[in-house]
């Protein structure tokens, strides 16, 4: 589930406040990330030790407390933030606790103002629990889900009202760490999330992979080549202004030295006793709100200088049709969009590489034939999996913002137009019929839907 983009369920457009509304813009993650060191705090955990009985390895060394300590050092040195707090289960037991990471998170958000950048690191053992769930072991992990910290517990704090973060970066180096931040940034976008900070999770690795380490290095492979490149990306010669982290040049050189030094690591595999390759790849999500909270509230202010305005339309229509609560979509929904750009070969790319996609491309019937066929999709998973709401125009209409996030990935800044958006609610609107889901309140926005494009056409 991890990767360098974890889309669609990682991604939701940021909005931008215009004089007539809301309009939707692009949703690639920012490069670089602009804050405020004044207003900006680090947290950072080293859960060098277990303190259960139960738990087999319940040390690692000195390898996680010089992790959370080097790192730490490196973002207040290079990136100036003015605040930061250390906790290693060595020496702050009763801060790397369940109930003590919970309290420290809760008053780490308060600490973090306007415009500035809260960074969490977590060192220590990814764990499996008793609910079967991905989640992080504490200092006093017993094995069961009372004692271990969730993606559900973490999104608690970000998405707290005292949050006044712009931008949160999770940094997560322990086995399994790929699942959690994706299960981090899914979570905040299928709870609709009233949180207005941008959130980052950048994790040692993708999926199942376990976070190695090195002794001769002192420290994880991952942490280690993290803050080497925390170190370089902020050298003089890169002229990176002060309150400013070029994250996304950060995670790659981070991520190439780390695939070149795990490519170098064979392991017997348990079941075949085959000699296997123990890669360990860097992942980074995102989530950027907001699409349905903040429709008639305060919106983003800053936009990246090179995102291009478009979809107004689309944020017209979702306050029309609009209600509370907001239907989502099916977790199924967003499986089969993130598989638009993992199959390999990719058939997005393959369609861009051929410059079918471009909207000169006759017309741009590719790129709508594109849309509709993957809407027509979406409707059918809905269909099986979630029936109340399938037949909703919010709905439909949630579904186009991930599908055109989803091309986004292999062709960015489409050109959406409103032909786009009716062409595939009529095949939308033909499937639900096909299996007599009642098309009512669909037909009300095929019918808005014209309105609006004649109007476009007479003005």
Same mark, same amino acid.
């Given at each position: 589930?991890?990767?360098?983009?974890?889309?669609?369920?990682?991604?939701? !457009?940021?909005?931008?406040?215009?004089?007539?509304?809301?309009?939707?813009?692009?949703?690639?993650?920012?490069?670089?990330?602009?804050?405020?060191?004044?207003?900006?705090?680090?947290?950072?955990?080293?859960?060098?030790?277990?303190?259960?009985?139960?738990?087999?390895?319940?040390?690692?060394?000195?390898?996680?407390?010089?992790?959370?300590?080097?790192?730490?050092?490196?973002?207040?040195?290079?990136?100036?933030?003015?605040?930061?707090?250390?906790?290693?289960?060595?020496?702050?037991?009763?801060?790397?606790?369940?109930?003590?990471?919970?309290?420290?998170?809760?008053?780490?958000?308060?600490?973090?103002?306007?415009?500035?950048?809260?960074?969490?690191?977590?060192?220590?053992?990814?764990?499996?629990?008793?609910?079967?769930?991905? $989640?992080?072991?504490?200092?006093?992990?017993?094995?069961?889900?009372?004692?271990?910290?969730?993606?559900?517990?973490?999104?608690?704090?970000?998405?707290?009202?005292? *949050?006044?973060?712009?931008?949160?970066?999770?940094?997560?180096?322990? *086995?399994?760490?790929?699942?959690?931040?994706?299960? +981090?940034?899914?979570?905040?976008?299928?709870?609709?999330?009233?949180?207005?900070?941008?959130?980052?999770?950048?994790?040692?690795?993708?999926?199942?992979?376990?976070?190695?380490?090195?002794?001769?290095?002192?420290?994880? +492979?991952?942490?280690?080549?993290?803050?080497?490149?925390?170190?370089?990306?902020?050298?003089?010669?890169?002229?990176?202004?002060?309150?400013?982290?070029?994250?996304?040049?950060?995670?790659?050189?981070?991520?190439?030295?780390?695939?070149?030094?795990?490519?170098?690591?064979?392991?017997?595999?348990?079941?075949?006793?085959?000699?296997?390759?123990?890669?360990?790849?860097?992942?980074?999500?995102?989530?950027?709100?907001?699409?349905?909270?903040?429709?008639?509230?305060?919106?983003?202010?800053?936009?990246?200088?090179?995102?291009?305005?478009?979809?107004?339309?689309?944020?017209?229509?979702?306050?029309?049709?609009? *209600?509370?609560?907001?239907?989502?979509?099916?977790? =199924?929904?967003?499986?089969?969009?993130?598989?638009?750009?993992?199959?390999?070969?990719?058939?997005?790319?393959?369609?861009?590489?051929?410059?079918?996609?471009?909207?000169?491309?006759?017309?741009?019937?590719?790129?709508?034939?594109?849309?509709?066929?993957?809407?027509?999709?979406?409707?059918?998973?809905?269909?099986?999996?979630?029936?109340?709401?399938?037949?909703? !125009?919010?709905?439909?209409?949630?579904?186009?913002?991930?599908?055109?996030?989803?091309?986004?990935?292999?062709? !960015?800044?489409?050109?959406?137009?409103?032909?786009?958006?009716?062409? $595939?609610?009529?095949?939308?609107?033909?499937?639900?019929? =096909?299996?007599?889901?009642?098309?009512?309140?669909?037909?009300?926005?095929?019918?808005?839907?014209?309105?609006? =494009?004649?109007?476009?056409?007479?003005?």
């Amino acid at each position: 589930m991890g990767g360098l983009l974890d889309v669609p369920t990682a991604t939701l !457009p940021e909005t931008k406040r215009e004089e007539d509304g809301y309009v939707l813009i692009s949703n690639t993650p920012e490069s670089t990330l602009f804050f405020n060191p004044e207003t900006s705090f680090m947290l950072s955990f080293g859960i060098d030790r277990q303190t259960h009985p139960s738990f087999k390895d319940r040390s690692l060394g000195n390898t996680v407390k010089l992790d959370a300590l080097e790192l730490t050092y490196s973002f207040i040195k290079e990136y100036k933030l003015r605040e930061f707090e250390v906790n290693c289960a060595s020496d702050h037991e009763e801060n790397c606790t369940h109930a003590g990471i919970r309290r420290r998170l809760e008053e780490g958000v308060t600490k973090v103002g306007e415009e500035g950048l809260f960074v969490v690191f977590f060192g220590g053992h990814g764990i499996n629990d008793s609910n079967k769930e991905w $989640a992080l072991a504490p200092s006093d992990f017993d094995h069961t889900s009372k004692t271990c910290l969730t993606s559900a517990m973490l999104n608690e704090c970000f998405q707290s009202t005292k *949050c006044k973060a712009k931008h949160i970066l999770i940094i997560l180096d322990c *086995c399994y760490s790929g699942i959690m931040a994706s299960d +981090i940034t899914r979570d905040l976008t299928l709870n609709n999330a009233p949180s207005f900070s941008n959130v980052y999770v950048v994790a040692a690795g993708t999926d199942r992979e376990s976070s190695l380490a090195v002794g001769t290095l002192r420290h994880s +492979i991952f942490s280690y080549f993290l803050k080497y490149a925390l170190v370089q990306k902020n050298s003089p010669r890169t002229l990176i202004p002060s309150g400013s982290l070029p994250l996304r040049e950060v995670f790659e050189e981070c991520k190439s030295c780390c695939n070149a030094l795990s490519s170098l690591i064979l392991s017997i595999d348990k079941d075949t006793q085959d000699l296997v390759l123990d890669k360990m790849t860097p992942s980074l999500s995102y989530f950027n709100p907001l699409i349905s909270e903040g429709l008639e509230e305060e919106g983003v202010e800053e936009v990246d200088a090179g995102s291009a305005v478009r979809l107004s339309f689309v944020m017209e229509l979702m306050r029309k049709h609009s *209600c509370r609560p907001n239907p989502k979509l099916h977790t =199924k929904s967003f499986e089969w969009l993130r598989s638009m750009v993992q199959w390999s070969p990719c058939p997005l790319s393959v369609l861009d590489e051929k410059g079918l996609l471009e909207d000169s491309s006759d017309n741009g019937r590719v790129l709508k034939a594109v849309i509709s066929l993957i809407m027509k999709s979406i409707a059918l998973i809905e269909y099986m999996h979630n029936k109340d709401n399938v037949g909703h !125009p919010f709905t439909f209409l949630i579904a186009f913002v991930h599908v055109v996030a989803t091309i986004d990935v292999v062709h !960015p800044l489409l050109p959406i137009e409103i032909d786009h958006l009716s062409e $595939a609610c009529s095949l939308y609107c033909n499937t639900q019929k =096909k299996y007599g889901v009642d098309d009512t309140r669909m037909q009300a926005l095929l019918k808005d839907m014209k309105e609006m =494009k004649d109007s476009q056409n007479s003005s």
